[in-house]
């Protein structure tokens, strides 16, 4: 099967060899365990590179040898972001990793399979208000990993994020539905502990980001179990943090951990970042 391209270039001081390796193992991945479920997927495909400027300012318009672009760079350039996607200059899908962060493997998954299923990062699913007390329905995004971002499992000795499925994105629940390749308990329309979800709130005409109360924090429960594609990894957390994304800043500076801080941060600016992104596309026009 002939599956669309991502261009892969590593700026970063991680070897080309370690960034193959997560290659391969995110390749398997998509193959083996995202296309069965949503019924497409990008492949993976490490490039050299000939780019001379600053991948993090100049990178907007430079051509793509593939369908999408993914790249590797240490130091994240958005405060907060272990990475992100977007359109470039040229109306191409791409991607950054920034390996600075912890499990930048799982960064990499993360992006690769959102970049699969909204490359244009323009998608919206009708579904219901994920905030306590609200009744209404927005508009969510059509993010494969937010839900279950601080979940990952094991492929060859890689971290890889988990994902949702279909059925996430219908109401309901039914009896058998799995919500997640990992099958937690995680409910459609709404995220696990730790974990966010961004919806564009239709009666206040605003996008808004919503974090699933639980911490991250500094106990965080560690379980392996054996699985075909290697070991599973689950993080989960019953400590509590406040329930509204105006507290969002409150809580960042109460925690003194260094996980709680990059998510919360990351969600506060994950809005900020594609409008930052959208103005260097114009800027370099």
């Known amino acids: ?3 669309p391209e991502i261009a892969v270039y590593n700026f970063s001081s991680k070897s080309d060899a370690e960034v193959q390796r997560a290659v391969r ?3 398997r ?3 083996e365990d995202f296309l069965p479920i949503w019924g497409g997927g990008y492949l993976c495909s490490l490039k050299n590179h000939t780019f001379v400027g600053n991948p993090d300012e100049d990178i907007a318009n430079e051509p793509v040898t593939a369908e999408a672009a993914m790249y590797i760079v ?3 350039h958005l405060q907060g972001a272990a990475g992100y996607h977007f359109m470039n200059g040229r109306e191409v899908p791409y991607g950054f990793v920034f390996t600075e962060a912890n499990n930048w493997t799982i ?3 993360h992006e690769v399979l959102e970049l699969t299923m909204d490359p244009n990062a323009n998608c919206f699913v009708p579904g219901p208000d994920p905030r306590p007390g609200q009744n209404g329905i927005v508009l969510h995004t059509y993010e494969v990993c937010d839900a279950v971002e601080r979940t990952s499992y094991v492929i060859d000795d890689v971290a890889v994020s988990n994902f949702v499925t279909p059925q996430y994105f219908v109401d309901g ?3 058998g539905t799995r919500n997640d390749f990992l099958g937690t308990k995680l409910k459609s329309f709404k995220a696990l502990p730790g974990c966010h979800l961004g919806f564009f709130d239709l009666a206040a005409n605003e ?3 919503f974090v699933q109360p639980g911490n991250l924090a500094d106990t965080l429960a560690t379980k392996l179990a054996a699985k075909s594609s290697g070991g599973r990894v689950e993080r989960t957390s019953d400590d509590r943090v406040p329930n509204a994304a105006r507290a ?4 960042i500076r109460k925690t003194s951990n260094k996980g709680t801080r990059e998510i919360l941060e990351y969600a506060l600016r994950r809005d900020a970042y594609r409008l930052e992104i959208e103005s260097t596309k114009k800027k370099n026009k």
């Open 107 to 109: 960064t990499f998954s």
């Open 29 to 31: 991945q998509v193959t």
């Open 207 to 209: 996008f808004e980001i």
């Open 248 to 251: 969002i800043q409150e809580a």
């Open 25 to 27: 193992s995110i390749n």
């Open 1 to 3: 099967m002939n599956l």
């Open 74 to 76: 240490d130091e994240s």
């Open 173 to 175: 629940n039914a009896n």
